[in-house]
């Protein structure tokens, strides 16, 4: 089977171009957005503020372009089975471990960063993923789990700024794609 790539964009499946620019403004107050424009606008000089609105919902697009992998993969490392499966790779062999029906919770706090002349704002969000996976086989060897060899995952997925949602998405089953390598590996234990 070949060897697929999965973001955390796609899992929020996102709306092309990113979140409309009024989203960014979730959880400020209304006096901060405003003293933020005008010190903006004159950083500027006349060019529109629409633009750099835009590329702040880009810039946080690409920061979600993230193996969601991984991060199940730190979650898997404490699961007393795969402890087992690493004491037995130790001698070199790949062991493949069947999961359990389970549930993994991960937070991320990407952020996209503005500098406008000396302007300065970063705008931190918050990633939940509820992530509910069954049929996992996970690879392991010299103890690290090294990859994903069949599973599904569904779930759901929200976006906030300062506690404030922006963005909720279910997550319909999806195939894990085929086999995944999970580069140099993520130690057990």
């Known amino acids: 089977m070949p060897e697929g790539t999965l973001t955390v964009r796609q899992l929020l499946e996102l709306p092309a171009g990113g979140f409309p620019a009024d989203v960014l403004r979730a959880g400020i107050p209304d006096a901060e957005v405003d003293a933020f424009r005008k010190e903006v606008t004159s950083a500027l000089q006349g060019m529109p503020l629409s633009g750099l609105e835009t590329a702040i919902c880009e810039k946080f697009s690409d920061a979600l372009e993230i193996d969601p992998i991984n991060l199940l993969a730190e979650a898997w490392g404490k699961f007393s089975t795969l402890s087992d499966a690493a004491k037995q790779s130790k001698s070199g062999e790949t062991v493949l471990v069947p999961l359990a029906e389970h549930t ?80 140099a590996g993520i130690r057990i234990g």
């Not at 969000?125 to 090294?146: C, H």
């Open 104 to 183: 993994v919770k991960s937070e991320l706090h990407p952020y996209v960063e503005i500098q406008v002349g000396a302007v300065k704002k970063r705008i931190e969000f918050t990633v939940t993923l509820t992530l509910k996976l069954k049929g996992v086989v996970v690879k392991v060897a010299s103890e690290e789990i090294r990859g994903i060899e069949a599973g599904t995952c569904e779930g759901s997925a929200e976006v906030s700024i300062k506690e404030q949602s922006i963005w909720k998405h279910d997550i319909k089953p999806i195939a894990l794609p085929g086999k995944i390598k999970i580069g």
